[in-house]
């Protein structure tokens, strides 16, 4: 199969508001868990990466007040909110070097690495961005156990959106998309020099693990609605990986070289 490095999805299509909103619904309430203290704290310098709509960076900007920065970068940001606290730029984290306003105590990326095919050099890439102790946040969804459907009209609806789904991720891999990526990541993070990664599943409003269903938007890139109302299906599961840059510490009854390999596991 020939693969492609364009990214997928057309963030000046007509369907692209309607995607983001839909991602934003569904996985903003697990990514502020995520990113809740002591991960972002009052005057941190963040940099959110693939930023999308934006939700998450106005997160970030709450969090960190007047004293921080946010610094929030796509490869096209036209759906990108702006407001006064918020710098936006465009950026390829493929090619281009980290934005000005780190080191970085929090970088975060949602649903980014896994449709670069570049994917284990960007990871090194943000961490090196990491300030001492900084916190690099990744969330992916596992596509391995794609979405099925839990309720269909009739077998038509549930077929469509049988084929409608495997067009989809068929085209994520003609592109360079790893299906399994997260997977992978808790292991990248630490062969990255990361330390204390953790996982954890999305969860509710209660604090209980949950595997949302959700009614799926199918939408072609002219917005045209191609499953029939009704069609319910489960997502593939997301997931969320968060761990720490070391901070090296000097030690005055050791050796230079020694202590550069001494680190604070925090």
């Known amino acids: 199969m020939t693969q492609t490095t364009e990214y997928a999805f057309n963030n000046r299509s007509q369907a692209a508001a309607v995607q983001l909103a839909c991602i934003e619904r569904y996985l903003d309430p697990v990514t502020a868990g995520r990113l809740a203290p002591p991960v972002v704290r009052d005057g941190d310098h963040c940099w959110e990466v693939g930023a999308g709509g934006g939700s998450v960076a106005q997160m970030l900007v709450r969090g960190v007040g007047w004293d921080g920065l ?3 970068t ?4 036209s759906q990108l909110m702006r407001r006064e606290e918020l710098v936006v730029l465009d950026h390829d984290v493929r090619w281009d070097a980290p934005p000005e306003g780190g080191p970085f105590q929090v ?4 649903l980014v690495l896994l449709h670069l095919p570049e994917r284990r050099e960007v990871l090194r890439r943000l961490t090196e961005a990491l300030a001492p102790g900084g916190w690099l946040v990744v969330e992916e969804f596992d596509c391995t156990a794609g979405p099925c459907v839990l309720h269909a009209p009739d077998a038509a609806a549930e077929k469509l959106f049988q084929q409608v789904m495997e067009a989809l991720l068929g085209a994520l891999e003609q592109r360079g998309a790893d299906l399994g ?3 992978r990541v808790h292991g990248e993070m630490a062969v990255a020099g990361l330390t204390t990664p953790s996982i954890a599943e999305p ?3 209660s604090g209980r693990l949950k595997r949302s269903p959700i009614e799926k938007e199918m939408s072609t890139s002219s917005g045209l609605r191609v499953t029939p109302p009704g069609t319910r299906a489960i997502s593939s599961k997301p997931y969320a990986r968060r761990a720490r840059r070391p901070i090296p510490i000097s030690r005055p009854d050791c050796s230079p070289e020694i202590a550069s390999r001494v680190s604070i596991r925090l």
């Open 181 to 183: 990526w997260a997977q």
């Open 203 to 205: 969860q509710n409003g």
């Open 74 to 77: 796509d490869i096209d940001t």
């Open 70 to 72: 946010v610094v929030a």
């Open 107 to 110: 970088i975060h990326a949602r």
